[in-house]
């Protein structure tokens, strides 16, 4: 969990909950469990010479100032491309977007692997057509679409009775996707969810949506955002139906940066001292080429951070602004910033915590700090306090692919990054000191009585099957209708033995507790619920499984706004969602842009294996 100055604060597994039972063990894709038999054996890396690659930067997208009079727009293309993920690897097939150069039409922006950042000011909206121009026939982990189209228990959603199985994607499609805006302010036909995706050759998933259609071609679809959402690092990736595991693997995500003007006045680093570290695992054929195998394993064995394996990035001896993303599809990282023994009194260098994913809040000194998938810590990290030559270390400790999980079930990552405090100081140091910022943190939201409860529990029916939210599978229609305007507590029940990281479209929400409960207890009275019928005077009332009081939210989530939580195992985790309106007024004068009544929406696992394995459910907002 979170690290506050002078050493980790962590919740103990004797504070949450009873010892693990056998079917929550963790596991590799999909499922809790290990998949693989004697004849299966997963690639490994071959070794790599550490800290020899520089650290990319995204490069940042240009928008058209002309398309749609009073905001930005881009025109974005998803495509394969080549990258090369280290000195010592052969250059790798990725998939990646490349956003036009309005001011120069034959230089799109990219990598090829990842996406240009999209760097917008509060408020202003923005426009963007997403075109899909991607490999039809075969996608680059064709395996995998081949397994769940084929049936593999493995793969395949295997939903709770009375639901049977159903394939998430049609016959004549291996490749598909839609772009999500995570954390966004935005309207469900721009959302970018599942049953939104579109093929490169046009076939559509059932919700498929686009403003101005006159302007956009079947493989294409044009997506409206108000970026009506405090100053935040916001990022944009892949949520195909089906796919998202492993259209994020290849590369498909970005980074959405929302300015406020005002925050100038702070003075917070900037520009090149203002450092994105996008966080992924990854694992490479001897040949470089992306090796998926989270079919027969927890995670990958190589850090890649902004799409290199084990870079540095040399620094002046002043303060840094670093803007991490979690964009790993299953692990969890412990991180610290680890100094050569001597240098500091003590091991690390302690760092200030001054954002999380919905914006800025008041400083936090820490040492170290827990970020699951798809999280976003924004951190000051002051490097005048070690010798000119100092190598520091971004490192990972004590954090299992999930956590708090099992050792040896999926690959140890120690080491991640270097930081080589060797370029002289281009000038004075003007930025304001961590502990004099004065920076706001999100108003708390007020608990009324009678505030409406709802709860999701994360059922899986034994082990190696799917897991799902109250036992019911993704593709039965929305059974939640939540008044607009309203504020609720939800309740996510987790009798797993392992973390969820947990994202709900839309909304931006506050933690409100954690309580912890005997898990294996709940879950063999929810079992009988199921087989008795699911009737509901029967189901099992989780107060009469609590073991202890409700526990306050981490440090680092107190007056923080947050799009995703951690829903610790053997707990029920409550947070608080200050107000369903979705944003109603037409968006950059395009016909269709607002929301309309009824508003469907989802909430889901953001370990992407477990997402496309059913781990999601709609939610919708009415009128009254």
Not at 316 to 327: D, F, H, Q, T
Request: charged share 20%; proline share 12%; hydrophobic share 35%.
């Amino acid at each position: 969990m979170a690290g506050a100055a002078g050493g980790a604060v962590t919740l103990s597994q004797g504070a949450l909950g009873t010892p693990a039972r056998a079917s929550g063990d963790p596991a590799p894709r999909h499922r809790h469990g290990p998949a693989a038999t004697d004849d299966t054996t997963p690639a490994h890396t071959p070794p790599l010479t550490k800290f020899v690659d520089p650290l990319p930067t995204p490069m940042t997208a240009v928008p058209d100032l002309s398309a749609y009079p009073g905001a930005d727009y881009y025109d974005v293309t998803m495509r394969q491309g080549s990258w090369r993920f280290h000195r010592d690897l052969g250059p790798a097939q990725v998939w990646g977007y490349w956003a036009e150069n309005p001011n120069d039409h034959g230089n799109a922006i990219g990598m090829g692997y990842l996406g240009p950042t999209i760097d917008v000011t509060r408020d202003r909206p923005t426009v963007v057509k997403w075109r899909n121009r991607l490999p039809a026939d075969r996608h680059l982990f064709q395996f995998v679409i081949d397994g769940i189209r084929n049936g593999d228990p493995q793969l395949t959603p295997t939903p709770p009775p009375p639901y049977t199985s159903e394939v998430p994607f049609p016959d004549n499609v291996n490749v598909w996707n839609v772009v999500h805006q995570h954390g966004g302010f935005t309207p469900p036909q721009s959302d970018g969810m599942p049953l939104q995706s579109y093929s490169p050759r046009g076939i559509h998933a059932e919700s498929y949506s686009t403003l101005d259609p006159d302007r956009a071609k079947p493989n294409e679809a044009i997506f409206a955002y108000t970026n009506h959402e405090r100053s935040c690092m916001l990022w944009y990736h892949d949520h195909g139906m089906g796919m998202t595991s492993v259209n994020v693997y290849a590369g498909l995500a970005g980074l959405w940066m929302v300015r406020d003007p005002a925050d100038e006045r702070l003075g917070l680093p900037q520009g090149e001292f203002e450092v994105p570290l996008i966080l992924q695992d990854r694992t490479f054929n001897p040949d470089g080429s992306l090796a998926y195998t989270m079919t027969l394993r927890e995670g990958e064995d190589t850090p890649v951070v902004n799409g290199k394996a084990y870079p540095f990035l040399e620094v002046e001896p002043r303060r840094y602004r670093l803007r991490v993303l979690n964009a790993s599809n299953e692990r969890f990282w412990r991180l610290r910033f680890e100094t050569p023994e001597g240098v500091l009194p003590q091991p690390t260098l302690p760092f200030w915590l001054i954002g999380t994913d919905g914006g800025l809040r008041p400083p936090l000194q820490m040492l170290n700090f827990l970020i699951s998938p798809a999280e976003r810590y924004d951190l000051i990290v002051d490097f005048s306090k070690v010798p000119a030559g100092t190598k520091l270390k971004l490192t990972n400790y004590h954090a299992p692919v999930h956590f708090p999980g099992m050792p040896g079930l999926g690959p140890e990552i120690r080491e991640i990054m270097e930081f080589r405090v060797t370029k002289s100081l281009s000038g004075v140091d003007r930025t304001t000191p961590p502990k004099q910022l004065k920076l706001t943190g999100a108003a708390p939201i007020e608990v009324t009585p009678g505030i409406r409860r709802r709860q999701w529990v994360v059922y899986q029916r034994t082990l190696f099957t799917t897991m799902t939210f109250n036992a019911v599978p993704f593709m039965e229609p929305s059974q939640d209708f939540i008044k607009a305007g309203s504020t609720e507590i939800w309740e996510y029940v987790n009798p797993n033995h392992d973390a969820h990281p947990m994202h709900v479209h839309l909304v931006n929400f506050q933690v409100l507790n954690r309580q912890p409960i005997d898990a294996a207890a709940y879950q063999a009275d929810y079992d009988k619920w199921i087989d008795g019928g699911r009737k509901p005077e029967d189901l099992p009332v989780v107060e009469k499984y609590f073991t202890g009081p409700p526990i306050p939210p981490e440090p680092d989530e107190a007056q923080s706004d947050k799009d995703t939580f951690k829903s610790y195992p053997e707990t029920v985790t409550r947070i608080v969602i200050r107000e369903f309106t979705p944003p109603t007024e037409t968006i950059a004068s395009i016909p269709g842009s607002g929301t309309e009544y009824p508003a469907t929406y989802v909430h889901h696992c953001h370990i992407l294996e477990h997402e496309d394995d059913d781990l999601m459910r709609p939610w919708t907002i009415v009128k009254d």
